[in-house]
């Protein structure tokens, strides 16, 4: 998930952000209730076979997490109903109902009808290879998904913002208190969200989150929850040809990543079971942060790194390799770092440079989330929101160590520094007629 961009490609595909505000849901910001116990806050997150995975696309490589992982959110996993293929001859009858009112004229009309007709007998021997693929090939998956994954996403190689990302625009929090203490509106509601977003997560990578199931009447249909385990501390790899998803185990790993004005920082956000560290310590975090984001600014020339991952999949690849190259171990670690992270919260008084990936809050309180469409779905993100949106935040005592605040890569490459000066990819994009950066 990335930036604030709210260009006309981001609202073609944000309709659902309409759905957010027409919930009207409040948010309540309180510190002083306790958080109620159940089982979540006691027990810690199941450590994975291994620390990290990177995945090609395909859900069956990593299927075995849902059985390691376990409970509500993958019990039906191995009962769920394959995706049908839809016969030639329905596809042509909606085909037709649909193109032939756009025909301009009797000849256009009779040219589809020609075409649909003799269709059928043209695709059998296509509708044969994709029934067998169904059958012999993904008969333990759905026979889609790995050219969505792969074709839809990993290989396309056209900048995700803009071209691939979408938004979601919260109402604004009425419940918030006014500013005191040097705390912004910005400051107290990116730590109300994320201490939501750390009790959702725990429901997820520890399974508790039920199955999401659709129909009127009981037994309901469950739906897959495979997207699921790729939505926290998982990132997108830039590579030539083919990206990667990298996921790392969230049992391991306790921070999150936070930008502001160029800068990204690391800090802890949940305790040592997974639970969400009190609203006031977040906020102090928070504060802490813009306080250092700026000092770093007065001293000048930010590095700006967010701008490379705004360029097309085969530059940033590049150019991820060179900074690999230029600042050797010290900088792959922050990239594992960064990578590592449970999510990103851009915390900006403006619209922000820093394109990467989740929440976005600016300094006077406006919230967004914003999405990288990839192998968590629109439907999953979708249900994480509207959970963290409804929740009650409260502050929590469970936590005992809060850790501190840490700057990664502040200082950039000279190697890499054409790749993010105003004519990179992104910035000639941006400047195109209609395409705009703006906050409603």
């Not at 849901?25 to 990177?54: C, G, Y």
């Not at 792969?150 to 056209?158: F, K, P």
């Not at 560290?277 to 802490?288: D, N, T």
Request: proline share 5%; hydrophobic share 40%.
């Amino acid at each position: 998930m990335v930036t604030s961009a709210s260009t006309k490609s981001y609202q073609r595909q944000a309709g659902s952000s309409l759905l957010i505000q027409q919930k009207r849901l409040i948010v309540r910001h309180s510190s002083a209730a306790a958080v109620e116990a159940d089982e979540s806050t006691t027990t810690s997150l199941k450590p994975w076979p291994q620390p990290a995975i990177e995945s090609q696309g395909d859900y069956r490589a990593e299927a075995f997490l849902e059985q390691h992982i376990g409970g509500p959110l993958y019990a039906h996993q191995a009962t769920l109903p394959h995706l049908p293929i839809p016969n030639v001859e329905d596809t042509i009858t909606k085909f037709l109902s649909t193109a032939l009112p756009l025909a301009e004229s009797d000849e256009e009309k009779q040219s589809l009808l020609d075409a649909s007709a003799s269709f059928p007998a043209d695709a059998a021997k296509l509708q044969q290879r994709l029934q067998a693929r169904r059958d012999v090939d993904m008969n333990d998956s759905s026979w889609l998904q790995l050219w969505w994954n792969q074709m839809g996403y990993l290989q396309v190689r056209d900048p995700v913002v803009v071209n691939v990302s979408y938004f979601f625009h919260f109402s604004d929090d009425g419940t918030l208190p006014a500013p005191s203490d040097g705390k912004s509106l910005g400051v107290m509601r990116g730590a109300s969200m994320l201490v939501a977003a750390a009790e959702y997560r725990k429901k997820v990578c520890s399974g508790s989150l039920p199955c999401e199931a659709i129909g009127r009447k009981d037994p309901k249909t469950p739906l897959c929850s495979a997207a699921f385990k790729y939505m926290f501390n998982a990132c997108r790899i830039p590579a030539r040809e083919q990206d990667t998803y990298k996921m790392y185990d969230p049992s391991l790993h306790q921070h999150c990543i936070v930008s502001r004005k160029g800068y990204f920082f690391s800090t802890k956000f949940v305790d040592e079971y997974g639970d969400p560290l009190p609203l006031e310590v977040m906020e102090s975090k928070l504060q802490r942060i813009v306080q250092l984001a700026g000092e770093a600014e007065a001293r000048g020339d930010a590095p700006m790194l967010g701008w490379l991952s705004s360029n097309d999949r085969d530059s940033w690849a590049d150019a991820r390799d060179e900074l690999l190259k230029a600042g050797g171990a010290k900088m792959e670690a922050a990239l594992e770092k960064l990578q590592s992270g449970a999510l990103l919260l851009c915390l900006d008084d403006e619209v922000s440079v820093s394109f990467i990936y989740f929440f976005v809050v600016f300094f006077f309180g406006v919230f967004y989330v914003l999405c990288i469409c990839s192998l968590s779905l629109r439907t999953v993100v979708l249900i994480g929101i509207l959970f963290i949106y409804r929740i009650r935040f409260r502050g929590s005592s469970a936590a005992k160590s809060f850790g501190r605040v840490e700057l990664l890569m502040a200082q950039r490459p000279d190697t890499i520094v054409g790749s993010i000066s105003p004519s990179s990819f992104f910035a000639q994009t941006m400047a195109r007629p209609g395409c705009s950066v703006s906050i409603p």
